[in-house]
């Protein structure tokens, strides 16, 4: 979200903890070539982590044998990889099509209001970062809000309040 | 008017489970399956007259003929569960409701077109029908219906989850394979088409869930009693989902043919609110909106939206009542094909975002005359003038609403900001 232009780096050297190592071995018999792992690594780390930084980017590549170039390349086209990290509650409100024609507006300007911040930026004690994306596939249930990757369905104001307060 | 053929089993308690799945007819086929060749299997499939569920309805049996023999390479299937087109939320239904009717129907396709290897791609959005589907194909795996030799019989098979991570043009076949490749979801300039060279190179056939979890009822039922449902030309049922300003949304199970209106008003409650219809968009958010005038001879099957130059699409229905404002809506429509276009080509990539720019100055107040026809312009210089048909996908319906609401676009440019203002309040 928001930027896609910039690796952090942690400064901290990146691997996979031993439950991810195992997953990563497990997956990569299952493709003729190597590189076919590197979406599958990517999403190893954003598990891990919540997001992915430059040392990720370099041991992606290391581990599987290809340029880091390549795995950032993916890691910026794929909107849903993170290059920094999120907030601890990462909320993701459908604007597209069935959505906005049941109202996705009211659910964006209720959370911008209640947690003080725009689609696209995190609040500053790190609890919530927001972000409008595309057709979640939930066209049936709209408006619906994706929190940590957990769908909430046909989703009010009412019933947003409850949930929030639930994380709070 | 509903029927319950891929969704006989949704609701059943623990329906997802195998041996609960088992209990009703869950690999019943597979004996069967292996007691005919591989050609009786494509013939079966051919006769049924299945189209492909993804959305172009392209008859499933004629596309594995397509794969050439003897090639000496392994031929890959692969699984388009991308469900990315907006107003589509059909085959996240089958993968969690009954994953084990789809993985049969993977081992039916895979022993007719002799392959090997399955990945299946899954949008990454879908986090819990991911862990549903694969939960499922560990189960299968430990009952033996997958791996070297499926239930018993001298067939090994290997199924795969690959996941997306947000783009929708990974719907596209070859975007597709790009992205179980390992880069960018860029699609590929077509021929040689995927049957010949598809995967890592090799003769590949992609399918969409939905025309997968079919298989299952054809081959155990037999061709004839599929085309018992819908017309002479659109054979069987479909998943439609119906959505937007409707009493009753939701995903139903229909056989094609039927009157679009009356399955608007029987099925999903007619138009919320007691309010008027002003159209209906018939397959996904890249179909040519209908007018109610028009709705009201439409049938729900491939030829009668053809007719009515439009498309049968996804079976996405969504419907739009009197408030609507269309200028704004095809801002939200242009937004999201802007947002998703690759990049790769040039009409698309700048193209689109002219139109957006465009449309957001009408929407402005700002507008006038000439950007009407800008837009009609740019959608007609856009329009298969790149690799793949994304863009097509937003200036085919664009060009529906200009013509077909075209008062509204005009206003919003004669009456300028006031409009503008008007529609905020």
């Known amino acids: ?168 | 008017m509903e029927v319950k053929i891929l969704s006989a089993k949704f609701d059943i308690e623990d329906g997802h489970k195998l041996e609960i799945a088992k209990q009703h007819g869950a690999y019943a086929t597979i004996d069967k399956l292996f007691s005919m060749k591989p050609e009786e299997v494509i013939e079966e499939v051919r006769n049924s007259g299945l189209r492909g569920r993804g959305g172009a309805g392209f008859p499933a049996g004629v596309k594995w003929g397509f794969l050439p023999k003897g090639t000496g390479k392994p031929v890959y299937l692969a699984v388009n569960s991308d469900e990315s087109e907006p107003a589509t939320f059909k085959d996240r239904y089958i993968l969690v409701k009954d994953p084990h009717m789809m993985i049969e129907g993977i081992i039916i396709c895979s022993y007719a077109i002799g392959s090997h290897d399955t990945y299946i791609y899954i949008r990454g959005e879908y986090t819990s029908q991911v862990k549903a589907l694969q939960a499922a194909i560990d189960e299968a795996y430990e009952a033996g219906y997958l791996g070297d030799k499926v239930a018993g019989h001298d067939f090994k098979l290997e199924v795969t989850v690959h996941r997306g991570a947000g783009a929708y043009v990974c719907g596209e076949e070859t975007g597709l394979l790009e992205s179980i490749e390992g880069k960018k979801g860029q699609p590929r300039a077509k021929p040689p088409f995927p049957a010949v060279a598809g995967l890592y190179g090799c003769p590949t056939i992609i399918n969409n869930v939905q025309s997968i979890a079919s298989l299952p009822f054809i081959l155990e039922k037999g061709a004839e009693a599929y085309k018992v449902y819908g017309t002479e030309k659109s054979s069987g049922t479909h998943l439609f989902g119906i959505s937007g300003h409707v009493e009753k949304p939701g995903m139903y199970e229909l056989p094609l043919g039927l009157p679009l209106l009356e399955v608007v008003e029987k099925v999903a409650g007619g138009v919320w609110k007691g309010r008027k219809l002003k159209g209906v968009i018939p397959g996904g958010s890249s179909t040519p909106v209908l007018t109610p005038e028009e709705a009201k001879t439409v049938t729900l099957d491939y030829e009668s939206m053809a007719e009515h130059k439009t498309m049968f699409g996804s079976g996405g229905i969504v419907v739009l009542d009197e408030t609507v404002d269309m200028v704004k809506l095809v801002e939200n429509l242009i937004y999201f094909y802007h947002h998703e276009s690759c990049g790769q080509c040039t009409p698309c990539r700048e193209g689109l975002g002219w139109m957006l720019k465009i449309i957001k100055k009408v929407v402005r107040g700002e507008g006038e005359i000439s950007d009407i026809d800008l837009l009609s312009e740019l959608c007609d210089n856009i329009e298969m003038k790149t690799v793949c048909v994304l863009s097509a996908a937003c200036t085919m319906p664009v060009r529906s609403y200009l013509t077909k609401f075209r008062h509204e676009f005009d206003a919003y440019v004669s009456e300028g900001a006031s409009t503008a203002e008007a529609n905020q309040e």
Not at chain 1, 100 to 111: M, P
Request: with cysteine.
């Open chain 1, 1 to 168: 979200m928001s930027d896609r232009s910039q690796l952090i780096s942690t400064g901290e050297p990146f691997k996979f903890d031993q439950e991810r190592d195992t997953e990563f071995e497990r997956l990569i018999k299952r493709y003729p070539e190597r590189e076919s792992m590197i979406l599958p690594a990517l999403w190893l780390t954003q598990e891990q982590e919540g997001w992915i930084s430059a040392e990720a980017i370099a041991y992606i590549a290391d581990r599987i044998g290809t340029f880091a170039s390549k795995v950032f390349e993916c890691a910026t086209f794929y909107t849903m990889y993170h290059l920094h990290p999120m907030g601890k509650y990462h909320i993701c409100v459908c604007r597209t099509l069935s959505c906005w024609l049941r109202d996705k507006q009211a659910i964006v300007d209720y959370l911008r209001d209640e947690i003080g911040i725009e689609p696209g930026q995190k609040s500053e004690d790190g609890k919530f970062s927001l972000e409008e994306v595309e057709c979640l596939g939930h066209c049936g249930t709209a408006p619906v809000v994706q929190i940590n990757g957990e769908f909430h369905e046909e989703m009010d104001v009412e019933k947003l309040t409850a949930l929030l307060a639930e994380l709070n």
